[in-house]
């Protein structure tokens, strides 16, 4: 437990700094662009076909707003105890709906995507209040799959295992405060050049910042920031310390 509460504490310190202020993107508008790197294999076949069911129920079923799994019981120190492959948990998430979603569920409160010249790019997932004090293997493996179902293809990415590491580490700090907020941000920042932190320890989470100290940030702004489902995002999105 001291150890723990240690680790939270050097964190608030550590993390700062992390994140990209002033990426709202100027000239974005509500049409979904093409991240190249995780889109590639994602568009065929996505289902055109109206619904229908209410606009709530809808979009409830497509966020994947079913009960959070039960969390692991398994007693192994491994930082990836209980969820399973990256790729399969995302594709989990792809199969709720025809088309992404990147709107409000019991977990999350938007999911925005941004996208750098270079094909880097950066999902945004901001949780909501219930998802940061709930089980953190269960709660990873359900918000992976709402970014699954919005961003197709992401399981898929040459850095999918990177980004799953990044949000697991954000939603085992997600209850640590930093000033008049969260040490992790508003939101959980999940950088595609980020290279996997070996090993993939609660220790090694901790000495890389959750993957920040890895890496090399792409040149300038990004060029785009959109939700894939093609819907204004509500909310502006600064990076995890804007």
């Not at 550590?14 to 049409?31: E, F, I, M």
């Not at 294999?41 to 994947?64: C, K, Q």
């Not at 992401?154 to 209850?175: P, R, Y």
């Not at 993939?200 to 040149?219: E, K, Q, V, Y």
């Amino acid at each position: 437990m001291v150890a723990a509460v240690t680790a939270g504490l050097v964190l608030v310190v550590v993390l700062s700094g992390c994140g990209n202020g002033g990426a709202d993107g100027d000239g974005a508008d509500d049409r979904p662009v093409t991240v190249t790197e995780i889109t590639a294999t994602a568009t065929a076949g996505r289902s055109t076909a109206s619904t229908s069911t209410g606009p709530r129920t809808a979009e409830a079923s497509r966020a994947g707003s079913s009960p959070r799994p039960e969390a692991s019981t398994g007693g192994g120190s491994s930082a990836t105890s209980g969820t399973g492959s990256a790729a399969a948990l995302a594709g989990q998430g792809a199969a709720l709906g025809g088309r992404p979603y990147c709107g409000a569920s019991q977990d999350v409160e938007e999911i925005v995507v941004e996208q750098w010249s270079s094909g880097a790019f950066r999902v945004s997932l901001r949780p909501t209040v219930a998802s940061r004090k709930a089980p953190r293997t269960a709660t990873t493996q359900v918000l992976w799959s709402a970014i699954g179902a919005c961003v197709p293809g992401v399981g898929t990415a040459a850095s999918a295992e990177s980004l799953h590491q990044q949000l697991a580490c954000h939603q085992a700090l997600a209850q640590i405060r930093s000033g008049d907020g969260y040490a992790t941000g508003d939101t959980y920042d999940l950088e595609s050049w980020r290279p996997p932190m070996t090993p993939n320890s609660f220790p090694t989470w901790i000495s890389t910042r959750c993957g920040n100290t890895l890496g090399t940030d792409p040149a300038g702004g990004p060029t785009r920031v959109y939700r894939p489902d093609g819907v204004a995002a509500r909310y502006p999105v600064r990076g995890e310390h804007g």
